[in-house]
């Protein structure tokens, strides 16, 4: 019931000017599908492997198919992970992409890091990011030119990135289950000020939010699904994100790996983190 107070409040008061359509049936779809998500959490329940050996449970494929009700009543096609890929997204310009439960190893493990998100992306390029972390009822939307906000309670808040411009001050935060060597001798190399292990796309909005200055990961495993709702996001407060080597990420594309990892910053590090990554590589 919280939820549904919160999504119908919400609705008549979000500080974005001009929404798109969308958002209505995106931030439906989160809330619905986090009151299921929060239900398997509360009563138990099984863990599964898919066949590339990532966890699944049965929340990952609930919150889909809620979510799939609710924003296939537009004519955008959906890519999810936790549907088939028919790859018919490549002949339209707008798209949803979905990640019915981000951070299913958190879910499985009770750390209450997960959420759930829903991007759109029209030419390749995200214009709508929702994303609904339930464990705290915290609602996040960002849209193209119209600013990233958080409405936790009823109170709608502007996103904003830090300050911080000098790398050894930069707080950091960083995968709790899937950080490899080469991450963590890339961090000793050039000594954050900070370190801090988190799930999800809650390290994405930790830098929206001003509460680190980076995130990345090296990884070619990263999905569009991962970071397609957390891009509006980061840029809409000011932020950056792009690969480790600085280019530009693409959206609805054949491959939906991201082959060169991901950075993501307030912005002010972002250069000085390529270069050092750059040189890193190189020695």
Not at 158 to 182: E, F, G, M, P, Y
Not at 199 to 216: N, P, R
Not at 238 to 261: A, P
Request: charged share 25%; aromatic share 8%; proline share 3%.
């Amino acid at each position: 019931k919280k939820g549904i107070f919160v999504c119908n409040a919400m609705k008549n008061n979000i500080p974005i000017i001009n929404p798109l359509s969308e958002i209505n049936l995106a931030i439906d779809a989160v809330i619905d599908a986090g009151k299921t998500v929060m239900e398997i959490y509360d009563q138990g329940f099984e863990q599964m492997t898919k066949i590339n050996n990532e966890p699944l449970t049965k929340a990952d494929v609930e919150s889909n198919k809620i979510i799939h009700e609710i924003i296939s009543t537009s004519d955008h096609p959906i890519l999810s992970e936790e549907s088939d890929d028919t790859k018919k997204r490549l002949e339209r310009k707008t798209v949803w992409i979905v990640d019915p439960l981000d951070g299913t190893s958190d879910f499985i493990h009770k750390t209450n890091e997960f959420t759930i998100m829903i991007g759109l992306v029209k030419e390749q390029k995200p214009i709508l990011g929702v994303i609904y972390c339930p464990t705290n009822d915290t609602l996040y939307v960002a849209q193209q030119d119209q600013g990233a906000y958080q409405l936790l309670g009823e109170k709608w808040s502007k996103l904003s990135v830090s300050t911080i411009s000098d790398l050894a001050k930069s707080r950091v935060v960083c995968s709790r289950h899937h950080l490899s060597q080469n991450e963590r001798d890339f961090l000793e190399n050039i000594h954050p000020m900070k370190l801090t292990q988190r799930g999800s796309s809650l390290k994405a909005i930790d830098v929206a939010s001003g509460m680190a200055e980076f995130y990345f990961t090296s990884s070619n495993k990263i999905k569009q699904w991962d970071t397609c709702a957390s891009y509006c996001l980061i840029k809409e407060a000011g932020g950056n994100i792009t690969d480790v080597f600085g280019n530009n990420l693409e959206y609805n594309t054949e491959i939906v790996n991201h082959q060169n990892g991901i950075m993501i910053t307030n912005g002010l590090v972002h250069n000085l983190l390529i270069d050092s990554y750059r040189k890193f590589m190189n020695t």
